[in-house]
């Protein structure tokens, strides 16, 4: 049987690789998020507020390599996925909220100030920072 952290990584890429090849999309954070819970949107294109589909999403420490510095991660709920359709993201999301046909992989952890990335399995990824304020601000690259 893999070890702990191997079959962690294991199941970060079963979730990625699972929900096959959907459209590239967008993420973006979305404004007036609360203090310390950063609000993302995960759309087609910025902006826009229909669902990507069913997509897994992971929070993770700049620099630090899943799964070790994985602070959240989110699933489609797979229970019974021969009988009933995966649930969609939906194109809004809060840092800790689980959508509605979603499962939790790894809580959410206190963020801290620094640098995070934000990835899908269906359109692409956000970096971003947590400042002293406890406000969420993209990274200009």
């Known amino acids: 049987m893999p070890s702990l952290p191997a079959r962690q990584l294991l199941i970060v ?4 690789v699972s929900l096959g090849c959907p459209p590239k999309g967008s993420v973006w ?3 007036h998020a609360s ?7 995960i759309a087609p294109d910025s902006g826009a507020t229909e669902s990507i589909g069913p997509s ?10 899943p799964p070790a ?4 991660h989110i699933v ?12 969609s993201l939906p194109s ?15 809580p959410p952890e206190r963020l801290e100030v620094g640098c ?3 990835t899908t399995s269906s359109s692409g990824s956000l970096k971003f920072s947590m400042g002293a304020d406890g406000a969420a601000r993209a990274w200009r690259d």
């Open 13 to 16: 890429w079963m979730s990625l």
């Open 76 to 87: 489609p709920d797979s229970t019974g996925f021969r009988t009933k359709p995966m649930a």
């Open 116 to 118: 995070y990335l934000l």
């Open 92 to 106: 809004r999301v809060r840092f800790g909220d689980t959508p509605t046909g979603y499962q939790v992989l790894v």
């Open 35 to 41: 203090p310390w819970r950063p609000g993302f949107g």
């Open 69 to 72: 510095g994985i602070v959240w």
């Open 56 to 65: 897994a999403l992971i929070l993770y420490r700049c620099g630090v390599a």
């Open 29 to 31: 954070l979305t404004p």
